[in-house]
């Protein structure tokens, strides 16, 4: 927005100030860096790590590196707190049990549903590595806040998408089970229909209400500079 | 390859690089008849530089097909900005494809398809959920090429689309190999300049068709519901919800780069989905391929041949060179036809064929094919007969030649 103004002050005063500013603001927008990607904390662990469950001859493992704050098997499930994989900005509690099957975690988009949350989704992807087993998977889901199952989406890699109630069920405390499918799996939550933003009018349209003054200051702008050069022709051309 | 250096690093060297060498060739470039030509190629490379600036600083987002490589693809600059209002990037009308990796901004003939599909009420798209209807997220990214087009008309198309640049870069191989280029007639440029008004209508109203459940509630073609009610099993929904990306040549360019360059894991290409329009790769498919196939033929004989049937060229034209937007487009092409002596140079230096600044009489000749390169004006030998002009102020304009 500040870049647009120094654009247009540019343009309506003429001044090389402006475009020395222009230049020294670029430069200087570049030594700020971008959100960085969130710190791993705590226990470190790489794509050498199993974690084993052997009540249910069942084994997870990462494809990548990443972090929790701590980890522990309950139930014969595997709890990651605080669980953030490299390259991801977002870290959070995954829940994951692999019966009868090894399994290979590739990423991990946590559940960020809260009271104040402008939208909730969650994402896993996994390959099953050996026979097709049962998986059990938690995301982090707020129980209070219980999606619908039209709200989850499983499909492989190659983009078919199941059904549910066929091989995957969504239980009332947010936990999804798979069974019966191997290969590249993706679990994923997209909001549907339970969506609620209760921010302020300005909040939740920022970007839209930004986009129309920008385009009215341009259209005023460029309507402006036209009157004036057509006065100015028109001067010249009485004289 | 993934180099992850630290942006405090390479976003100011990017940036004092790219003035010093900008101001170096306009201050110091000898041959006048190509120094606007050498500074554009300039400003091209850094502008695609900066489209993919997120293969040089890195992976931000989660690796999303990690077996497939770590895929740094989530670095938009857009994303950053404005949250998951729209988190698919800034527009920027040019052809910087959605697909590839490391991009910083999104081609808005991408976004206009796939914000349909979420239309009324809801605000998911493809693996991402909004905060912000589709028809709002519609509304700002037709904002945002109107305010690009009335700033800077085609002039992206000319200096800083990516594809306009493989294009060029086409072209200069041609002249290394001593091939003189070959022209349409003036009628069928004129049919390629209106094609691309019906490619454009043609392709939107078929992502509406496609996506009629969820805009209407009712589905026109069998099996365009992805993962419905219940979780259907999606047919041919998956793969042409965005059915232009699915012809454009950018994406398969795109692809093969960045699989050729280590920056996508080859799967990308080699995972083959058969869908309804040929066999569709990861990225890609039968069709783009062999789009991107004639183009690259046909560019070694036609100068700037995918810029006469663009999408994205015709948005930005419709938006800076139709009416009522012509009248207040700041960026205009403009000609004294006291200086012209109509020698015609102009028309045949063109590489989109435009013809307005030759067959006008005078004043703005801003033709909606003209890339705004700037071409004619270096050629031209007449002292100020062109000239382009930003707000009423001359940027550059034609200098007197023996």
Excluded at chain 2, 360 to 376: E, M
Aim: glycine share 8%; proline share 4%.
């Amino acid at each position: 927005m500040l870049l647009y103004l120094l654009v247009c002050g540019a343009l309506v005063f003429h001044c090389r100030v402006y475009s020395f500013a222009l230049i020294a603001l670029l430069v200087g927008l570049s030594l700020f860096s971008f959100l960085p990607a969130v710190e791993g904390q705590g226990t470190a662990f790489s794509t050498m790590d199993v974690f084993d469950i052997p009540a249910v001859n069942g084994s997870i493992r990462f494809s990548v590196n990443g972090s929790y704050t701590n980890a522990f098997l309950e139930n014969d499930m595997w709890i990651f707190n605080n669980l953030t994989l490299s390259g991801s900005r977002f870290s959070g509690t995954l829940k994951f049990s692999a019966k009868n099957c090894d399994v290979t975690i590739h990423s991990f988009t946590p559940s960020r549903a809260t009271s104040n949350s402008t939208y909730s989704s969650c994402s896993i992807r996994y390959t099953v590595e050996s026979d097709a087993g049962e998986q059990v998977i938690n995301l982090g889901g707020d129980p209070s806040r219980p999606s619908h199952y039209s709200e989850w989406t499983v499909f492989n890699q190659d983009s078919v998408f199941f059904g549910e109630g066929k091989t995957w069920k969504l239980l009332p405390d947010e936990t999804v089970i798979v069974k019966g499918l191997s290969g590249r799996l993706t679990v994923m939550r997209y909001s549907y229909g339970s969506f609620v933003d209760d921010r302020a009018f300005y909040l939740r349209h920022s970007v839209s209400i930004t986009t129309g003054i920008i385009v009215a200051l341009t259209v005023t702008l460029a309507t402006v500079i036209k009157l004036r050069s057509n006065k100015k022709a028109k001067t010249v051309g009485d004289a | 390859m993934v180099w992850e250096l630290p942006v405090n690093i390479v976003l100011p060297i990017y940036f004092l690089a790219a003035i010093a060498g900008t101001t170096l060739i306009a201050k110091f470039s000898r041959n006048k008849t190509c120094r606007i030509s050498n500074l554009r190629l300039y400003i091209q490379i850094f502008a695609v530089i900066a489209i993919f600036m997120g293969l040089i600083i890195g992976p931000f987002g989660q690796p999303r097909w990690a077996p497939l490589g770590i895929s740094p693809r989530d670095r938009l600059l857009g994303a950053d900005l404005l949250g998951n209002q729209l988190p698919d990037g800034i527009t920027l009308p040019v052809l910087a494809c959605y697909y590839p990796n490391g991009r910083t901004v999104t081609c808005p003939a991408w976004q206009l398809q796939a914000y349909i599909f979420p239309f009324w009420n809801y605000p998911r798209g493809y693996e991402v959920t909004y905060s912000t209807l589709g028809i709002e997220k519609i509304g700002i990214v037709i904002g945002s090429l109107i305010v690009a087009s009335l700033l800077f008309g085609r002039a992206f198309c000319g200096w800083l689309c990516p594809f306009g640049l493989f294009q060029d870069t086409l072209s200069r191989l041609r002249r290394t190999l001593k091939w003189k280029h070959r022209s349409f007639s003036d009628e069928t440029n004129k049919k390629l300049g209106q094609t691309r008004y019906i490619i454009i209508a043609t392709f939107l109203i078929l992502s509406v068709i496609f996506g009629s459940y969820y805009i209407f509630g009712t589905e026109l073609i069998p099996g365009t519901i992805a993962g419905g009610p219940g979780g259907t099993e999606a047919g041919i929904v998956s793969s042409i919800n965005e059915p232009y990306c699915l012809i454009c040549p950018m994406r398969p360019l795109c692809s093969l780069i960045e699989a050729g360059i280590g920056s996508m894991n080859f799967s990308y290409i080699s995972q083959i989905v058969y869908g309804p329009l040929g066999i569709i790769g990861g990225y890609y498919s039968s069709i783009s391929l062999t789009v991107l196939i004639i183009v690259i033929i046909l560019s070694l004989a036609y100068r700037r041949i995918w810029c006469r049937i663009c999408a994205v060229g015709a948005l930005t034209a419709l938006f800076s060179t139709t009416w009522p937007f012509k009248k207040i487009a700041l960026t205009k092409l403009q000609k004294d036809e006291q200086k012209c002596t109509k020698c015609g140079i102009c028309k045949r230096a063109c590489p989109t064929q435009a013809t307005d600044m030759y067959t006008k009489k005078g004043g703005d000749v801003t033709d909606s094919k003209c890339i705004l390169c700037t071409r004619c004006i270096e050629i031209c030998p007449h002292k100020n007969a062109l000239k382009i002009t930003f707000a009423g102020k001359t940027i550059t304009s034609s200098k007197e030649t023996q």
